[in-house]
């Protein structure tokens, strides 16, 4: 019977077709528009590394001056100074834990085709590659040896490798940076974490922006004085120089902590409040402020990665399906109203109102189905022209298997809601009544 | 022309009409709030940055590999300026430490007192040897640009040496100063405490933003300061093109940089249209995909109505010839069905407002948006009437065509 009503259904898509048209172009666009910008919340609020977002930790201390704070205000930057970021990497709590920050470099190739070029880093301890689970194409990255004794080394990612050396394995070669010669360790393969946690400070696209094109350890960059790229916050006077810089309460490098367990969480915490309570004794870290820990998912939050934006634009596409939900409700109605006839005479002979209320919820399904179709195409070329509009997004405006599931569900769940007034309105047709009008 | 027959009629089939009435209610209030904030952003995306005719106005950075000692970077500056202004076509060139709109910038605190513990604002400094007022065209609202005498020579690794005299944005006077008519003399102070810098007002510009362009006042609080800095690792120009010669201008001072210089140097080049594009992009994309949004829900209520109307006007056929019979005149059966469809769009508008202001607030509590404007519901209520009345004119126009002959007909 559910074939029959279904073929049905597809017969009556022809019967009416501007009718029918018109339905399943409104439930398209309603469904594409809720879908795409379902899409680009769902990717940009997702959590980039599951299985250990609850061990991985920033903390964020405030060192800020005691003059004009009051308790309670938020610390002046989220970042950590020189001083507290080496003394943290001595911790004995966490398995793992890397100091980051962002740095702008001069690549010479030894290709004389290819000339001096600009790259974007990040230099870290050794740590990062497996804190993050950075997946590498060729080698790996440096040794805890070479942090200490601030080696020449490098990991290139792969873009930058294969623009420099094709598709050959480099690993062990030297490559002049910012006028040293650097031994490459490792390749990565392509990064494409989404978002990029692990940096969203100071950058400018955030958690959405290009891959770092390369790896320098931090020990290195700090004794290089490579160039900062990023946001550093410093309150009051510094004296001029590096090394002052960086005995002074500037922040401006991003921490991560990673816990052997997620349960190591509170002595993580006392670790930190031992070690503020230490630096009071130093004269330091006067504000007294609470000293916290936030994991991926709260640090995700903290730092509000999910513009408001991209909730409104979400809020408003559901608004507009709701509309397209009711307009469709207005359509059926007209469309099965005029079929009060044919009604009549399947009742009259014999046919239930379950019946009669099946075959027209498989017809609205139908109706659904072909929404549903055309709502992902039109899906597509949203996330498309959106992806056009902005650099940030191009990174998050791609679908998945969830996604294209969901277009399905929703579609057709709209449909059969839509559906069900138009429907019982149906089943109430009186044989007789229509009948005798005839 | 008597409600009373439209009304009761309306009142015996209440569920074709309210789902219109619902469909003009969203619309108007997702229409409202949409509209809004696209003038929100638009009315963002388009203030002046201070720099005149921007789109002859780019930047070029260019970075040394090797370091140099303070005086070599000095010569270096200088020459480079000159190889920049031998390029046919430049009308101006400055050093600059940073550009409005480019996203990247510094920002310093600024007090009014040594004693004050925290700064009174936070303001994006501007430092340049050269004249900016000259090369951005920036518009001289009080006080005079910097004179060569004050310019010193600053090597930033080892002096704590800076100028004594700033040019300030006028909208950071009245904030500094609310109740003066006029900045110029007066003494603003660099940091906090005692080490503050001390900085006399020689100039106020009209207007001149920071790099990050932030949607708040702070926009606007910039300040210039005459130095010619050494100890950067990059050294970047503005230049101002003869109309129209931007593209030719950008690659040839590009050749005549790289030229200029012994060993090899990196350089960047971004125009400042370039700058606004990128710093506005997310706010057109929202815009777009809200103006999208608009007029897809104008369409669909607008075919909701046409679809609701036809359906009427088929089951009444009988109805309408009877009346036809009767004596009515075709403009009765018209003046009907508006009559009808206005009240149901009436209905409508009044919930539509109650809702418009309803998701207004749930946007300001929950997202940090302005308040919606009563100007928005006024013109959105209009619009959504006109929408109403032009949607049912096709249905009316066929009811009234239907000829009084059907009156006599069984079906």
């Not at chain 1, 408001?308 to 596409?317: I, Q, T, V, Y």
């Not at chain 2, 004050?150 to 009245?174: C, F, K, M, W």
């Amino acid at each position: 019977m559910f074939q029959y009503y279904f073929m049905l259904g597809l017969r009556s898509l022809r019967r009416n077709p501007a009718l029918t048209a018109l339905m399943v172009l409104t439930l398209a666009v309603g469904v594409a528009a809720s879908i795409a910008t379902l899409t680009i919340l769902h990717v940009m609020s997702g959590d980039p590394i599951p299985h250990k977002s609850d061990r991985l930790l920033v903390p964020v201390i405030d060192n800020g001056p005691l003059a004009g704070y009051t308790a309670g205000d938020e610390p002046n930057d989220r970042q950590l100074s020189y001083r507290d970021a080496t003394n943290l990497l001595a911790n004995k709590v966490a398995g793992r834990s890397t100091a980051l920050y962002g740095i702008s470099v001069a690549v010479e190739p030894a290709r004389k085709d290819l000339p001096l070029f600009n790259a974007r880093g990040l230099a870290a301890t050794s740590d990062f590659f497996n804190m993050f689970e950075v997946p590498f194409r060729y080698g790996q990255g440096w040794s805890p040896a070479e942090d200490k004794s601030a080696a020449d080394v490098v990991v290139l990612s792969r873009k930058l490798a294969e623009k420099l050396y094709g598709d050959s394995d480099p690993v062990g070669q030297r490559l002049r940076i910012n006028g040293q010669q650097y031994q490459i360790t490792g390749v990565l393969d392509t990064w494409n974490v989404v978002p990029r946690f692990h940096r969203i400070i100071g950058t400018p696209d955030g958690a959405f922006g290009d891959e770092d094109e390369l790896y320098l350890p931090f020990a290195t960059s700090v004794r290089h004085e490579t160039q900062r790229n990023g946001n550093s916050s410093c309150s009051g006077d510094i004296a001029p120089g590096y090394q002052a810089y960086l005995d002074s309460e500037c922040t401006w490098i991003q921490f991560w902590f990673e816990l052997r367990s997620a349960r190591e969480r509170g002595a993580l915490q006392d670790y930190l409040n031992s070690y503020a309570t230490e630096q009071r004794k130093l004269g330091r870290m006067q504000r007294q402020a609470p000293n916290k820990l936030y994991d991926v998912r709260e640090w995700l939050d903290y730092m509000k990665v999910v513009g408001n934006d991209n909730k409104l634009s979400a809020w408003l596409a559901f608004g507009f399906l709701v509309l397209c939900l009711v307009n469709t409700i207005g359509l059926l109605l007209a469309k099965f109203s005029v079929r009060a006839a044919e009604v009549g005479i399947r009742r009259a002979l014999g046919a239930s109102r379950r019946e009669i209320f099946q075959q027209f919820l498989i017809e609205t399904t139908v109706i659904g189905l072909a929404g549903g179709l055309l709502g992902l195409l039109l899906a597509f070329g949203a996330l498309a022209l959106i992806a056009m509009q902005s650099k940030a997004l191009t990174v998050v405006a791609h679908m998945d298997w969830q996604m294209l599931l969901l277009t399905f569900a929703l579609s057709v769940l709209a449909a059969v809601v839509a559906g069900l007034l138009p429907t019982w309105r149906a089943c109430q047709t009186t044989p007789a009544l229509q009948l005798k009008s005839q | 022309m008597q409600l009373h027959p439209i009304l009761s009629a309306l009142m015996r089939n209440k569920t074709g009409p309210l789902l219109v009435a619902v469909q003009v209610a969203l619309s108007l209030a997702i229409l409202a709030n949409a509209l809004h904030i696209v003038q929100v952003r638009q009315a963002v995306a388009s203030r002046s940055s201070g720099i005149e005719h921007e789109t002859d106005v780019f930047s070029l950075q260019i970075r040394h590999l090797d370091h140099r000692d303070h005086q070599a970077q000095l010569n270096e500056q200088r020459r480079e300026t000159a190889a920049l202004r031998a390029v046919s076509g430049v009308q101006s060139v400055s050093y600059t430490t940073q550009m409005p709109l480019s996203r990247s910038g510094n920002y310093s605190g600024l007090s009014l007192d040594r004693k004050q513990v925290t700064s009174s604002v936070s303001a994006t400094t501007y430092y340049s040897p050269d004249s900016l007022i000259h090369t951005w065209g920036l518009q001289l609202h009080e006080g005079r640009d910097f004179q060569p005498g004050e310019v010193p020579e600053i090597d930033t690794n080892t002096s704590q040496d800076y100028p004594h005299s700033v040019i300030i944005t006028r909208q950071l006077g009245a904030k500094l100063w609310p109740d003066s008519g006029s900045y110029l003399g007066k003494t603003v102070y660099y940091g906090t405490g005692a080490s503050a810098k001390e900085l006399r007002v020689v100039g106020v510009v009209a207007r001149l933003q920071t790099p990050g362009a932030q949607i708040t006042e702070q926009a606007d609080f910039s300040i210039l300061l005459p130095a010619r800095l050494t100890g950067e690792d990059l050294s970047t120009y503005t230049l101002r093109t003869e109309p129209g010669q931007l593209d030719r201008v950008m690659k040839e001072a590009e050749t005549a940089l790289r030229n200029s210089s012994a060993t090899p140097v990196i350089t960047r080049l971004q125009s400042v249209s370039e700058m606004r594009r990128d710093r506005y992009r997310a706010d057109q994309a929202l815009a777009w995909m809200l103006v999208t949004v608009s007029v897809l829900l104008l369409l669909i209520t607008a075919s909701g109505i046409v679809g609701m109307a036809s359906l009427w006007v088929t089951q009444r056929r009988k109805q309408i010839g009877v009346r036809r019979a009767l004596g009515a005149r075709r403009s009765d059966i018209l003046r009907y069905f508006v009559t009808e469809n206005l009240l149901i769009t009436s209905a409508g508008v009044v919930a539509g407002v109650l809702l418009a202001l309803a998701l207004n607030q749930l946007l300001v509590s929950q997202l940090e948006l302005p308040r919606l404007p009563a100007g928005y519901l006024l013109a959105g209520a209009g619009l959504l009437w006109a929408l109403g009345v032009a949607a049912v004119y096709g249905p009316a126009w066929r009811a009234a065509s239907i000829s009084p002959a059907t009156a006599t007909r069984s079906t």
